[in-house]
């Protein structure tokens, strides 16, 4: 089949989405200037008051030879490139180390050595990411905790807040925070409110201008600000600007560290270590955001980018940023959003974003000089902020307020679910109090060190979830009632045990006493595996011994959360390829889809001894008309009469009775098989047996049908329509409020099995 010809519209119109691409980078490109420059500041700090001299540099070399090599490596919709806050903090840490080795040892942090420093740990962090890529470790980050993450985040933001102190308070950055009383002695409330009145304009615009660049709107009117009150009071002291950038400075650093190799490897040799371990901790930390904001902008635009592929454009794209001493490149997200915003796409997108960077730098360079110092701290005020884990905060106060509020609280929580709430909180406050009082680098070891140790603990820990029996819980079968009285006396002899975790060796020793918790008189073990991550040949092992053992004491064994399709069964069946015939069929007879199908076997076993009896009939086999919900009570004149208004129905296995939404048209009267309420994606809420009614709400109120009603199996039904019963109540007043009083006794005893339901889940009882 050839391809379609091009014709010259086609052409105009590709080349207009192509500018309107590119354009919108630039917008996003400008749009994102303010936390390029803040961040270019924060990753230099150490070095005063020459910050922004290497720092602004440093940082539109990320954007446009950084940012551009990943721009056409990477593969992903939308490869945005630039400096993030988490990297930019550690390379303070780094500088901030070797500035107090160089003092130490009666030296001064020289420009090239500066430039040095900050190459080869971006070059070695590019490499180590590269080294990642190359051993398929892309999909670690899914294992990270949230709480570990959440800790790592908020230290930062503590720190990135810090350090805008200096600059708020117009101090010298070096007073802050070794001489923190001096330095507040000597600050200044004009660059003070400089910077929180610039954060309030960011805020501001962004809660009531969503759709607007609120940094560089605020960077701006901040500038504008500043030069104003400059000229109006001249005494005022707002602060400094960031001066003259003296890119020929930084040029001529960087020729010095490549012109002399030799040099530049004896100027690094005594910072190694800490440069090796600086690049470990960029690698992590960066390929982290990295990989995150990827899982985020997959999950928005629904595709599925590969992650070892981005580890390995980030890789290139930091050795070869790192060969013009830029800052650590990461996939921005803001910076993405940004282009986006404006109506930038793919990866035309982005590469008019580094265009427009390498534009700005050219020919805007020298403006930047007039830029506040306290401007660019008030902006780095909200990129704090919005680095802030919100809700682990609020699940921090939410607890504190619990403990000081109501220590001993019925509902305070006090299961599985609040114990891991608890631990995942101590967690976070953890990792967040160690990263700022020893730095990201410590935080991260302690991060990584406490998902290790909270893996373990939790596949070492209780397999019990909760325990209860089908008389707190039964299932949700709806059954005539001479059949539900038989089965209040069995349902306490029916337990139900879930599990959560791991089912391995390390715990299969559990899972074999848990035949020693089950009381002597019990007839059914059920075991709900639903939270039950994976199963190793010692579990499954143990499995087969506890259903010998509850065997052996008559008691039946039944393993719920085993679908057709569960991964666990075939792990089962991987492991016991002898379990269908040789254990009475554990998997094959008593696997059930979920709990409540488990209850429902375990209900039908428990009703075999009344069979034939005649106190119950087969569940499924055909009950005279005469003894079903609907007609109970009534003589047999009565009987007969209501007959006379019923209409018969059947259906085949697996056919519609009725669909939600429908208007309710009558109550149906089941007489054989089963019909069961399902949702629209299969989910059963209830069954009915032979012998009971369903339908009546939606007659008694008049609304739609709640959900869909499906035949188990070959069913038999009679419909009593709204008609007819209006049609009764004119004949026989009588034999209808019967009828009316028989449907309202049907309600309650539904509604009481589900208090009942309720209040044990609740733990009320």
């Known amino acids: 089949m050839t391809s379609p010809i091009a014709t010259p519209s086609h052409r105009l119109a590709s080349v207009l989405a192509s500018l309107h691409a590119l354009l919108g980078g630039a917008v996003g490109a400008v749009v994102s200037l303010a936390i390029v420059l803040t961040l270019g500041v924060l990753a230099l700090a150490p070095m005063g008051s020459r910050a922004a001299l290497i720092g602004v540099p440093a940082a539109f070399a990320c954007v446009i030879v950084g940012a551009g090599i990943f721009s056409i490596c990477s593969r992903s919709r939308m490869a945005a490139g630039g400096p993030s806050s988490p990297t930019a903090l550690i390379i303070a840490f780094l500088l901030s180390q070797v500035l107090r080795q160089e003092q130490a040892s009666g030296g001064a942090l020289a420009l090239t050595l500066v430039l040095a420093v900050l190459s080869a740990a971006v070059m070695v962090m590019g490499l180590l990411q590269m080294l990642m890529a190359a051993m398929k470790l892309g999909r670690l980050a899914r294992f990270v905790p949230q709480p570990v993450l959440a800790g790592f985040m908020n230290g930062v933001a503590l720190l990135v807040l810090l350090a805008q102190v200096p600059a708020l308070l117009a101090v010298a950055p070096e007073l802050w925070p070794g001489q923190g009383w001096r330095a507040l002695q000597q600050a200044h409330g004009g660059a003070l409110a400089l910077g929180l009145g610039t954060a309030g304009l960011v805020w ?19 500038l504008l600000g500043f030069h104003l009150a400059s ?20 040029l001529s650093g960087l020729f010095a560290v490549w012109a002399e190799p030799v040099a530049t490897l004896s100027l690094l040799a005594p910072h190694a270590r800490a440069i090796g371990l600086t690049a470990i901790l960029l690698a992590m930390v960066g390929s982290l955001e990295s990989l995150l904001n990827l899982r985020a902008a997959d999950q928005r635009s629904g595709e599925q980018s590969d992650e070892n592929r981005e580890l390995w454009a980030l890789g290139l794209a930091n050795i070869g940023g790192g060969l013009f001493c830029a800052l650590p490149v990461t996939r921005s997200r803001s910076r993405a959003m940004a282009i986006e915003m404006a109506g930038g796409r793919g990866g035309l997108g ?144 029916i337990l139900v045990v879930e599990w959560e975790g791991a089912l391995f060796f390390g715990n299969a020793d559990r899972v074999q006493d848990e035949a020693r918790h089950v009381p002597a008189d019990a007839r059914c073990l059920i075991v709900d595996l639903q939270r039950v991550l994976s199963i190793d040949e010692s579990g499954a092992m143990a499995l087969l011994q506890l259903h010998a053992a509850l065997a052996r004491r008559a008691c039946r064994l039944l393993l719920a959360g085993l679908g057709p399709n569960s991964p666990l069964r075939s792990q089962l069946m991987d ?110 809420f209830m069954s009915f047996s032979a012998g009971t009614m369903l339908g009546e709400l939606a007659l008694l109120d008049g609304q739609g ?59 009320l009882q």
Request: charge should be positive.
């Open 204 to 222: 501001l615009l962004a809660w009531r201008a969503p759709r607007w660049p609120a940094a560089l709107a605020g960077m701006l009117l901040g």
């Open 231 to 250: 000229a109006t009071w001249p005494a005022l002291d707002l602060g400094a600007t960031l001066g003259a950038l003296e890119a020929e400075q930084f």
């Open 575 to 684: 492991h016991l390829p002898e379990a269908k015939s040789a254990t009475s069929g554990l998997i094959s007879n008593q696997c059930h889809l979920d709990v409540d199908h488990a209850l429902e076997a375990a209900e039908r076993q428990a009703l075999q001894k009344c069979l034939g009896s005649g106190q119950v009939h087969e569940l499924g086999g055909a009950v005279p008309l005469a003894q079903s919900s609907l007609l109970r009570d009534l003589s047999a004149a009565q009987q007969t009469v209501a007959t006379v208004y019923l209409q018969p129905l059947s259906l085949k296995a697996g056919e519609r009775l009725f669909s939600e939404g429908e208007l309710g048209n009558g109550v149906y009267v089941l007489t054989r098989g089963s019909i069961s309420i399902v949702s629209g994606s299969g989910q059963r």
């Open 705 to 763: 049908r709640s959900a869909d009603a499906v035949a188990d199996q070959d069913a038999e039904l009679f419909l009593l329509t709204s008609q007819a019963l209006s049609a009764m109540a004119a004949a026989d007043p009588l034999l209808c409020s019967q009828l009316y009083r028989n449907m309202a006794l049907h309600l309650a005893t539904r509604l009481r099995v589900a208090t009942s339901a309720w209040r044990s889940a609740a733990g």
């Open 350 to 493: 982005a590469i008019g974003a580094v265009l427009c960077s390498a534009l700005l730098v050219g020919f805007a360079g020298d403006c930047l000089a007039y830029l506040p110092r306290a401007v660019l701290a008030g902006v780095m005020l909200t990129v704090a902020f919005s680095l802030v884990d919100r809700r682990s905060i609020q699940q921090l106060l939410q607890q504190l307020l619990q403990q000081l509020g109501r220590p001993n609280s019925p509902h305070s929580p006090s299961n599985s679910d609040g114990r891991a709430r608890r631990e995942g909180l101590l967690t976070m406050s953890l990792v967040c109090l160690l990263t700022l009082w020893q730095g990201p680098g410590a935080g991260v070891i302690l991060g990584l060190l406490l998902s290790i140790l909270l893996f373990l603990r939790g596949l070492n820990r209780s397999l019990v979830r909760a325990r209860f029996s089908a008389q707190q819980r039964p299932s949700r079968r709806v059954y005539p009632p001479q059949v539900e009285l038989a089965l209040r006396e069995a349902r306490p002899h």
